[in-house]
Every structure is written in structure tokens, then in C-alpha cells.
């Protein structure tokens, strides 16, 4: 007999017989392979961004690009399956389909390709060639519209229609990740600076795509009672600063955002405003000078996205330095640099963009070689 499919269930979840014994036996090994994959690469390495020692001031990355998918969404994504999967909306043989034409889209389709499910990414034709060509590199399969804000309903409609799973990461985030622990991101960069001098951050900087990373490790140092404060830092073209400095999730903003991966049109359900102690609105240029100043310092590629944190967390160094509070920051290395080589990396790509990263570059600059910010360091 059937199991009557709960109200709370996404549309296109297939109504089958949960207590089936072959369903239950797929069910199991299913999560056997996605547990094994954290098993194998839950842990991501802690680097250290050389700062003088005198300045008492220590600032780290935590490197999600050593992911097998390379990037922080790998740990989305096995979230995400995970949730799925116990909830009964992922099911042998039907598609799991996700509004994504990035990182995640490319985690996901691993995670698919893993315990044998299509996986179909929903994505604006716009989508550049070496995203297509990544999730297709991972079994995956791509999904065009024509107007990228369709890509939502399209997703839903789509797993209707073919009785598959639209796993829709803007929701799920937030909730699909265990905060009190379980190895995930916090817990991890707790554990690995135990030995450190500063072993408990003033500040942990992140960005904001779908907003579960920030959720997971605000949530985490509240739960552990500790005094480190979290900033999210957000891209030009992205709502989520102007939400919570207004109080007002409904905002919504028309154009997209230049650094991948993060900054959205709307603010997403995953966002937990009330969670996070503090914004910074941060402009592309300086994201773009910021991952440049990276590769200069520790010999390291970056995406976008970690440029837009790493700018944040130098501010916030350069705050401590100034009011001569010793402490210890951490922030993201999202993913690698080498799928922005024509964007971030490239000038004719800033000329073409009216990006002028020189004045942010010299701000770097002044802060690495004399520990002053110019003019007023704080946002």
C-alpha cells in the first residue's frame, strides 16, 4: 500500500511504497555512499594569510576548493542529498533538478552521479561553456530558459512533469545542514585552530549565495556559546544587505551579480538575517583586487566570491590593528580561480565590465605594508 505523500513534500515527489524492501535497500546504500563521501573529504585545509606577528593579529582561509567538486557547494550539496534522501523525496530512477547554474549544479551532480540518479540543472541560456561543460563533466545534464528568472518555477515545473525531485537549494539550505556539529564547516575551523594562538575567532567573514553557510556557522558559535561575531559580505547587484540593514526580506533588486556564486535578486529563504552580527556591502572591483592580492601573497588562484570575503576580513583586520585588539579572523577560499581565467583574472574583462580595481588594489596594499587602511576602516 502506498504511502500518502506529506503536505510539506516538494512538487514531483514520487508517491511509492516506502516500506518496499528493494526501495528501502536502495534507500540505505544510497546513504552509505553519500556518508562515505564526507568519511573521505569532510575536512578542508585551514591556510594562514602571512601578517606581521608583532601586529597580533592572525588571519586564515578556510580552503573549500580542495572539495572533489572543488568548491564550498560540495558541502551544500551532500547536505542537500542527505536531506532528500531521509526525507523520501529522492527516489531510484528519477531526476533529481536544480535551479543552479554553478558550483552547486556541479556538487550536485556528483552527488547524483554517486548513487545513480539523473540529475538535470536548470540555468539561463546565458550559462557561460565552462559551467556547462563541469556539470556535464559530472553526469549531469543542462536545462536552458530564456529568462533567468524563471528559473524557479521552471525547476518545479520540471519535476512535476517527470516526477523527479527539485531539490531547490534557496530553501533547503539552511535546514538540510546540521549546525550543532556533525563535522560540518564551523565545527571543522574550531577544531583545526585549537593550537593556533587565537584559537577562538573575533570574527568569521562569509559571503551569501543562498545564505546556509553563513546560517550554519552563526547558528554553530551560538550554540557553542562563543564570543566570535559573523560578518556577511555581499556584491554589488545583491539584496541581502539592503534586507537586513532595512529589516525587509521581501527586497528584491533587477540586475544580477558579477561575482559568481554568491549576491542574489532576492533575499533567499535560506538567509537567516537575525543570526548574523554584521553586513558589508563590498564593490566588485575590490572582490576582484582582493582574490588578484591573494595570488600575490600566497601563490593561490581564487574565485570571485572569496575576493568579496577576503576584502571584508582585510577592513576588519585593519579594525583591529587600529583600535589594538589582538584576535584572530577566518574567511572562505570558495572555490578555484581557474574556472574565472576570462572574468576576475582577465583586464579586458574589467575593461569591458568599467571595473577599475586600482585604488582597491592600493588600499590592500597600504594595509599589507604599513597596517593602516586609508581613510575610515570600518563598514
Not at 510539506?8 to 552509505?32: H, I, K, M, N
Not at 575536512?43 to 588571519?59: I, N, S
Not at 597596517?371 to 575610515?376: F, N, T, V
Request: hydrophobic content about 40%; glycine content about 10%; some cysteine.
Amino acid at each position: 500500500m502506498a504511502t500518502p505523500p506529506s503536505a510539506r513534500e516538494p512538487a514531483g515527489t514520487l508517491d511509492v511504497d516506502r516500506s518496499d524492501p528493494e526501495y528501502r535497500a536502495w534507500l540505505a546504500e544510497a546513504v552509505r555512499q553519500v556518508q562515505a563521501d564526507a568519511n573521505r573529504s569532510a575536512d578542508t585545509h585551514l591556510l594562514r594569510f602571512p601578517l606581521p606577528a608583532a601586529w597580533g593579529v592572525d588571519l586564515y582561509l578556510k580552503d573549500e576548493s580542495t572539495h572533489p567538486t572543488g568548491s564550498l557547494k560540495h558541502r551544500l550539496a551532500r547536505s542537500l542529498f542527505l536531506y532528500g534522501l531521509c526525507n523520501g523525496w529522492i527516489r531510484p530512477g528519477r531526476p533529481v533538478i536544480e535551479a543552479s547554474s554553478g558550483s552547486t549544479a556541479v556538487s550536485e551532480a556528483y552527488f547524483a552521479q554517486l548513487i545513480g540518479v539523473p540529475f538535470i540543472a536548470v540555468m539561463p541560456r546565458t550559462t557561460s561553456a565552462e559551467k556547462i561543460r563541469l556539470i556535464e563533466f559530472q553526469g549531469g545534464r543542462c536545462h536552458f530558459v530564456d529568462d533567468p528568472r524563471t528559473v524557479y518555477e521552471e525547476s518545479a515545473a520540471l519535476a512535476a512533469r517527470s516526477g523527479g525531485h527539485y531539490m531547490d537549494q534557496f530553501t533547503y539550505a539552511e535546514r538540510a545542514t546540521d549546525w550543532r556539529g556533525n563535522n560540518n564547516i564551523a565545527e571543522s575551523t574550531y577544531r583545526q585552530l585549537a593550537l593556533e594562538r587565537h584559537p577562538l575567532p573575533a570574527w568569521i567573514v562569509a559571503t551569501a549565495g543562498t545564505g546556509g553557510t553563513s546560517a550554519t556557522l552563526a547558528r554553530y558559535v551560538h550554540y557553542m556559546q562563543y564570543a566570535t561575531r559573523i560578518c556577511v559580505a555581499d556584491p554589488e547587484n545583491s539584496c541581502f544587505f539592503e534586507g537586513w540593514t532595512a529589516g525587509d526580506t521581501g527586497v528584491t533588486c533587477a540586475s544580477g551579480s558579477r561575482i559568481e556564486g554568491i549576491g542574489r535578486p532576492r533575499m533567499e529563504p535560506s538567509f537567516v538575517p537575525g543570526a548574523v552580527d554584521r553586513m558589508m556591502k563590498v564593490p566588485d572591483a575590490a572582490s576582484i583586487a582582493a582574490v588578484r592580492a591573494l595570488e600575490r601573497v600566497i601563490g593561490r588562484k581564487a574565485g570571485g566570491s572569496t575576493g568579496t570575503g577576503l576584502w571584508s576580513a582585510l577592513k576588519i583586520v585593519a579594525e583591529m590593528l587600529a583600535a589594538g585588539q589582538p584576535g584572530s579572523v577566518v574567511t572562505l577560499l570558495c572555490d578555484p580561480g581557474d574556472r574565472y581565467l576570462d572574468k576576475y583574472y582577465s583586464d579586458a574583462w574589467l575593461a569591458e565590465q568599467g571595473l577599475d580595481i586600482a585604488p582597491y588594489t592600493a588600499t590592500i596594499e597600504s594595509l599589507l605594508t604599513t597596517g593602516k587602511w586609508p581613510g575610515a576602516a570600518g563598514g
